[in-house]
Each structure stands twice: as structure tokens, then as C-alpha cells.
């Protein structure tokens, strides 16, 4: 019992130095889920932890450290410790992390990077800070905007507006981190050429000139070039991705490093976007059908597909308003979310979703086209279960769509008639996958009909040719 | 633990003044406490400290939720437990040391189990005190002045996997010291 504990603490010294072999890692996690009491544990070993990072800087320091027992029984030699030192230290920390957002991280006087040259409304995360126009910030100073509009202009020249809530930290005199949020940055000037946003999963230089980056804080990342060009770097690629005036793309979490794309075609039956394919007309031709099967459950009033047992694709819809002509069609969004099965363990490349509609007749029309869902997939031989906590069923999220907020729709009226989104990857392979999972969510805009969609969706799973 | 937050959650109506002091009052109050529950959480205090930053920008932005009167460090453990899980998702796993299923179950009981807190503090004073100087060194070293680990056995001329096993060792004695004074009936 007693060697028991004593591996159980060797654990837990592990996880908080960060010296922990996977194994130990498993062992830990088992340990603490099979025994309410090794919980209990772990949390006073953490408090234990947390206590010491307060001790006053004051303490007795002996020269060197002894190989000597650690703890006494018996009367200790200083004199006690006053009791305030546990709370100073918990009101400095506090003051660190709340009131000392908008300090310098590091000690001394990092040099002075950038300067506010607006801000409005600003209010902070600490009620301490009072930022003005014409103040300096440092490099390493972090930024916590919880409501209102900053501009700060780096020393190179570049201009940036942090729009609340955001996190931001000013890393040199010509780029930040961004941690959540959002912000605008521009990039004019010669000196502010190569101006970087770094953000947590992904590098954006500017090459010239305006780009909008966010970070949220499921660690998606997104760039839209509103001017000039910018490229953008994944984590561990030395290769760039050129993304061009009007154009945009979004990175997931995960080992796939997962980009998203949302367009707007043109309107045409050809079905024209900036840079995703229009739907293939050939995909019923070429896969058998009996491949490709959709299942719609959870929702009484789900349809699809319409098209006889062929997949969906652009053969079938040559205008806006041909609801049998569609190749999915959900009415009960809330309920109503898609199983495909593709027939066997597949190596996905690329995963493309279609919506055409264009909403003349009634209000509620105009919000189909809209794309905002969830798309999942599982390499189980078996579909997991689609419902309850969907990655506890073996499902693993690919990424997400939004295309109202994606396109800044207030008015569901205005939307695009045609709009399409593209899942792809920066490794090239999305994973290998037998079941993909498409959960509707509710839409930014809050319209209450809008979901995955619509009287015109088509859904297109790319995958390598060699991988059937 | 139900997290009723949406990942990415409007902000509300925009809050009062006197809403806004609350705000920035009950934050101030609870950030021990709340750094606490997340480090039991993932263990790693920078990636805690990391995840409390985003965490207080949702408590902000859900503010409106919360009602004034009701346990606020309740409410704000459970927007921290949120984050936790999307900071993990945003890890590839091997960085990740509790999955999702763990944390639920950490973050239920942590929340209960905070309120020791202070009890253990006036256990761990007098735990503290039976230190030795060289051992008092080491964590003034380590926690206090935030000295790396290695960079301090170097200093030392020993081996860091030498500190490493004192600091556990030290963490040991004194959570066995502390539990000793809070259940002397037992002992």
C-alpha cells in the first residue's frame, strides 16, 4: 500500500515537472479515474504546489543545497514564518495574471515596440490599467481588451486595431501574437513589409498591405486579405500557403491541420466560386452506385437524398429554386444531421459542401443557403454512435463552418445564393476514414431555420485514388 | 460536469458600471482559487495561467449569466473546466495529459474540494517551518524566483534529475505533513 502511494506521489512530482513518459502519463490518468481518493490527493499535492510558488523572496538561503533529511519532527530552527506571506503571495499572483496584463512580462525595460494612437471605449481586464494615446508598449506586453477598439502602431510602421475581446501580445517592433480575438492589421510602409501575426496555430506575414486575423478559442485560427497578400505558415511547414486579396481560409486544431475555405459563387449554373471547385457533374457517373450512402435520423421531416440513390452532385441543380432537383434537403434542423458511409476505410483529401438557393418567394427561403455545421468523421469499421458526446463515440472532429459570421450577415435577405465551403488539409491527407458525420448548428446571425442545409446541398468527399 | 457555455458564446447586453466593478472585484477575489482548479486540471501552470487568461475574457463576455448573490467561483470554475477542454482540443494528444472524461471528473470534485483550501494553508504554515535551509533554498529557487530547473543544477554542479526527485520529495512530505495536522485524530 505504502509503495503504492509512494508511486502514485512519483506521479504526481512527474505531471507537475512536465517529466512525464506516456506510459506514466496512462498510469496517471487511470490511477486518478479508478480511485476517488488519489483525486483527493492530487488536489492537496496541488495545493501544496501552489502554496510554495507564494513563499515571500525573503526566506532564509543557505549557501548550498545538502544532501541532509528534508523535514524535522522536531522544533525547526528559524524563526516562524509570519503568516501574511501566504496571502501577499496570493495577491501578487493575482496581480499578475489580472491587474498586471497590460506590465511587461519580463523584468527591467524591454524596449518600447509599438504606441497607442487610438482607443475607444476601451475598458481592460484590469482595473488598474489606463492606457491614453501617445503611450509606448513594450515588447512582451500583453494585452487584455474586454470591451472597445485599440490601435496601436508598431515601430515599423504597421498599424493594428484589436477589436474586444481580444488578447494580444506585442512580441517586436513589427508583430504580435494573437491569442483570441480578433484584430486588423495593416502593413503599408516598406519598414512594416513582412509584418507578422502569430497566432496559435498558425504564422501570418503580411507582404502587403490589410489582413484581418482571428483567433478563437477552440485554437481556430483565420485569415481574410482585404488587401495585398499574405502568407501564412502552419506549424512545423516551411512552406507558405499565398492567400490573395478577397481571399481567406481558416486552421483547425489537430494533427491535420485542417483548412477550411467558405466562397460565394457567382450565381451562374456553372456554379463559379474564387477558388473551390464548382460541384462535380461527374461523380454520379463514375462511383456506382451502392457506394455512397447517407443516413438521416433524429428528425421526422428529413429527406435525402433526393436524387434516387445517386450521391448528390452538380448534375442535379441547374438553377436556385428546384427543390427536387436537390441533393439534400433537411427540414427539421434541429433534430436532423447526416451519417455518409463511404463504403470502406478511405484516405480523404478533401471534403466540399454546395448550397444553392435563392430564396424568392418567402423570408425563410433566403436562409437556406447558409452553411453552419460541424462535420465529423470516424475510421471505426462501425458508425459510432451519432449523438451524446460525439468524440466519447469515436467520432473526431474535422472542423467547422459559419458561413453567415464568415461573411458578416445581418440581414438573411442579403446572403449569397450560392455559397460552398472546403475542408482540405496541410499534410495533404485529411485521414483515413469509413464515416463521416455532419451535425447542424445554429447560425450567427441567430436565424432560427438556418442549419447545415438546405434545399440545395451537395456533398463532395475527395479522396486518393489508390485508397479504395 | 455539464459546461452550459457555447464554445463561442455573443456577448451580451452590454454590462453597467456597477456590473462592470463586480466583475472586475469577483475576478480579482477568486483568481487563486480559480488558478488552483485549472492547475489540478492540466498540471502545466503556464499552459493554467495560459488557459485563465481566455477563460476571464468568456466570464466577461457571460457576465450577464451570472447573478449577483450566487457562488461566483462556482460559476467561474465552470467557463475554466470549458476552456480547459478547448485549450486540450487545441494540443496535439500527446501533449494532452487528462482527456476529456477526466477532467469532468476532476473538475466536479475540485470545485468541492477548494474550499479546504484555507484549512490546508494554515496546516501547510506550520509544514512549512520544519523545512530545512537547503531545502528552503531549492524552493525559494524554483518557486519563488522562477529559476529553471536545469539551469539551477547546473548552478549547483548536480544532476537535474537529483532536484527533480528533492522537489517531489519536499511536495511529498509536506502534503503528508499537511494531512497529518488537518486529521490528528487518525494519525
Redesign the interface.
Known amino acids: 500500500m505504502s509503495k503504492d502511494i509512494d508511486s502514485l506521489y512519483a506521479l504526481f512530482g512527474g505531471a507537475l515537472n512536465d517529466t512525464l513518459s506516456e506510459a506514466q502519463q496512462l498510469e496517471l490518468a487511470a490511477r486518478l479515474k479508478a480511485d476517488p481518493a488519489a483525486r483527493a490527493l492530487w488536489f492537496a499535492y496541488n495545493d501544496v504546489d501552489c502554496a510554495l510558488g507564494e513563499l515571500p523572496a525573503d526566506a532564509p538561503q543557505p549557501a548550498t543545497i545538502s544532501s541532509a533529511p528534508i523535514a524535522h519532527a522536531s522544533s525547526p530552527q528559524k524563526e516562524p514564518t509570519p503568516r501574511r506571506w501566504l496571502w501577499a503571495g496570493a495577491a501578487a499572483a493575482a496581480a499578475v495574471v489580472l491587474g498586471g496584463l497590460e506590465q511587461a512580462r519580463h523584468s527591467g525595460q524591454p524596449e518600447r515596440v509599438a504606441r497607442f494612437t487610438s482607443l475607444q471605449d476601451a475598458l481592460w481586464a484590469s482595473p488598474s490599467a489606463a492606457f491614453r494615446r501617445g503611450e509606448m508598449l513594450r515588447k512582451g506586453q500583453v494585452l487584455e481588451l474586454l470591451s472597445g477598439e485599440v490601435q496601436i502602431q508598431f515601430t515599423s510602421g504597421a498599424l493594428v486595431t484589436l477589436y474586444a475581446p481580444c488578447i494580444f501580445e506585442a512580441t517586436s517592433e513589427n508583430g504580435g501574437f494573437l491569442t483570441y480575438g480578433q484584430l486588423k492589421a495593416r502593413a503599408a510602409s516598406t519598414e512594416s513589409r513582412g509584418f507578422v501575426i502569430q497566432t496559435p496555430t498558425a504564422r501570418m506575414v503580411d507582404i502587403g498591405t490589410e489582413f484581418i486575423a482571428s483567433a478563437s478559442a477552440d485554437g481556430q485560427s483565420r485569415v481574410e486579405v482585404t488587401s495585398g497578400e499574405v502568407k501564412v505558415y502552419l506549424p512545423g511547414q516551411t512552406e507558405s500557403r499565398s492567400v490573395l486579396q478577397g481571399e481567406s481560409f481558416s486552421i483547425e486544431t489537430g494533427a491535420q491541420r485542417v483548412l477550411t475555405r467558405i466562397e460565394a459563387g457567382d450565381g451562374s449554373p456553372a456554379f463559379r466560386l474564387p477558388s473551390i471547385e464548382p460541384p462535380s457533374t461527374k461523380i454520379s457517373d463514375e462511383v456506382p452506385s451502392g457506394t455512397f450512402t447517407a443516413r438521416l435520423f433524429q428528425g421526422a421531416d428529413t429527406v435525402a437524398p433526393q436524387q434516387d440513390s445517386n450521391p448528390p452532385s452538380g448534375s442535379t441543380q441547374q438553377t436556385g429554386n428546384h427543390p427536387l432537383k436537390n441533393g439534400v434537403k433537411i427540414i427539421n434542423h434541429k433534430e436532423g444531421r447526416i451519417v455518409m458511409d463511404l463504403g470502406a476505410l478511405i484516405a480523404v483529401t478533401k471534403i466540399n459542401a454546395y448550397s444553392w438557393h435563392r430564396g424568392q418567394l418567402f423570408d425563410n427561403e433566403s436562409n437556406r443557403p447558409a452553411q453552419n455545421f460541424v462535420l465529423y468523421a470516424s475510421d471505426t469499421d462501425t458508425p459510432p454512435v451519432a449523438a451524446g458526446n460525439l468524440e466519447a463515440q469515436g467520432w473526431q472532429m474535422i472542423g467547422s463552418v459559419d458561413s453567415d459570421k464568415f461573411f458578416g450577415v445581418e440581414n438573411p435577405k442579403l446572403r449569397s445564393e450560392q455559397q460552398a465551403c472546403s475542408f482540405t488539409s496541410a499534410t495533404g491527407c485529411l485521414g483515413r476514414y469509413r464515416y463521416l458525420l455532419w451535425l447542424p448548428a445554429g447560425t450567427s446571425s441567430g436565424d432560427s431555420l438556418a442549419d447545415l442545409k438546405s434545399a440545395s446541398s451537395s456533398f463532395e468527399v475527395y479522396a486518393e485514388p489508390w485508397s479504395f | 460536469m455539464d459546461t452550459p457555455c457555447p464554445?463561442?458564446a455573443?456577448?451580451g447586453a452590454?454590462l453597467s458600471a456597477e456590473r462592470?466593478e463586480e466583475f472586475?472585484r469577483l475576478?480579482?477575489g477568486a483568481?487563486?482559487r480559480l488558478?488552483?482548479f485549472v492547475?489540478?486540471l492540466v498540471?502545466?501552470?503556464h499552459d493554467a495561467?495560459?488557459i485563465?487568461?481566455?477563460a476571464?475574457?468568456?466570464m466577461?463576455?457571460r457576465f450577464a449569466d451570472f447573478k449577483s448573490g450566487t457562488d461566483f467561483v462556482a460559476w467561474a470554475c465552470t467557463v475554466a473546466a470549458y476552456?480547459v477542454k478547448?485549450?486540450q482540443?487545441?494540443?496535439?494528444?500527446?501533449r494532452v495529459?487528462?482527456?476529456?472524461?477526466?477532467v469532468e471528473?476532476?473538475a466536479a470534485?475540485?470545485i468541492a474540494?477548494l474550499k479546504?483550501?484555507d484549512a490546508?494553508?494554515d496546516a501547510?504554515?506550520e509544514?512549512?517551518?520544519?523545512?530545512?535551509?537547503?531545502?528552503?533554498?531549492?524552493?525559494?529557487a524554483i518557486?519563488?524566483?522562477g529559476e529553471e530547473?536545469k539551469e539551477f543544477a547546473r548552478k549547483?554542479g548536480?544532476a537535474p534529475q537529483t532536484?527533480?526527485?528533492?522537489?517531489?520529495?519536499?511536495?511529498?512530505?509536506?502534503?503528508e505533513?499537511?494531512?497529518k495536522k488537518l486529521a490528528p485524530a487518525a494519525s
Open positions: 464554445p463561442d455573443s456577448p452590454p462592470q472586475v475576478l480579482n483568481h487563486g488558478l488552483r492547475v489540478s498540471a502545466r501552470r495561467e495560459d485563465l487568461q481566455k476571464s475574457v468568456t466577461w463576455r476552456e478547448n485549450f482540443r487545441s494540443l496535439g494528444r500527446s495529459l487528462f482527456d476529456d472524461e477526466l471528473v476532476l470534485e475540485r474540494d479546504q483550501y490546508r494553508l501547510l504554515e509544514c512549512v517551518k520544519k523545512l530545512d535551509d537547503s531545502s528552503r533554498l531549492l524552493v525559494d518557486y519563488t524566483r530547473i549547483e548536480r532536484l527533480y526527485n528533492r522537489l517531489n520529495l519536499i511536495r511529498k512530505l509536506l502534503t505533513c499537511m494531512h
